[in-house]
Structures are given as C-alpha cells and as structure tokens.
C-alpha cells in the first residue's frame, strides 16, 4: 500500500520551531510536487507550501516568512521547517505529493503550540 508519512510534529512553545518530514514508502517521489497544508480546530485545511521536482517554491499566506519548505532527493524527503510558532498554528500537518492524476496524502502529524 502507497503511503505518505509526515513525522515531526509534537508540543513546541509559542516562539520555538519545528521541522516536518514527510517520505512516502513504496515509491520514489522525486518528480511528483510535495506540499504541505494544514487542519486547524474548526477551520478547513489549508494549503502552506509546494515544491516542485525542479526545486520551484511557492508558500502560502499562513506560511509567508516563518515556514521553509524543502527536499532532499538523496533522502526521498520533503521538509517544512517552521519558525517563531504560534498558538494558533495548532494543527493537524499533512503532505500530498501529485503527478499527473496521481494524488497521495498522508494521515498527517499533530503540531501542538502551547506554553
């Protein structure tokens, strides 16, 4: 079975970081485009951030200036390195990796921002 696998996440303070990992197993995923999106309580999902085969970048809103999206072919792995976390960044964090009419998700890694 084709997975995604988001690691990482965990209880961090208001102002500290966090780095997400997000690998697939099964499947090598260096020409699919990785983002990241997040669930925050009662709100929709999110998008934050995409990366590209190519290495092209592009955030969104929620992740402008405090979130950096990466990968390491070498590694089969997507990153997203978070900065000066806040309370209200308390989330569940999924990766999707697309090519084409492929489309995977994972099952997602709680971030808790909490003093």
């Known amino acids: 079975q084709v997975q995604l696998v988001e690691s990482g996440?965990?209880?961090?303070?208001?102002?500290?970081?966090?780095?997400?990992?997000c690998a697939p197993s099964r499947f090598n995923f260096s020409d699919f485009v990785v983002s990241w999106h997040r669930q925050t309580p009662g709100a929709q999902r999110e998008w934050l951030a995409l990366i590209t085969?190519?290495?092209?970048?592009?955030?969104g809103v929620p992740?402008?200036?405090?979130?950096i999206i990466s990968r390491e072919h070498a590694k089969n792995t997507v990153y997203?390195?978070?900065?000066?976390?806040?309370?209200?960044?308390?989330g569940v964090y999924y990766c999707r990796s697309s090519r084409a009419t492929t489309d995977y998700w994972g099952q997602g890694t709680q971030v808790t921002v909490a003093s």
């Not at 978070?82 to 308390?90: F, G, I, Q, S, V």
Request: charged share 10%; no cysteine; aromatic share 6%.
């Open 80 to 90: 997203l390195q978070m900065h000066n976390l806040k309370p209200n960044d308390t």
């Open 53 to 59: 085969s190519g290495g092209q970048i592009n955030y």
């Open 63 to 67: 992740a402008q200036g405090r979130f």
């Open 9 to 21: 996440g965990g209880l961090v303070q208001p102002g500290g970081s966090l780095k997400l990992s």
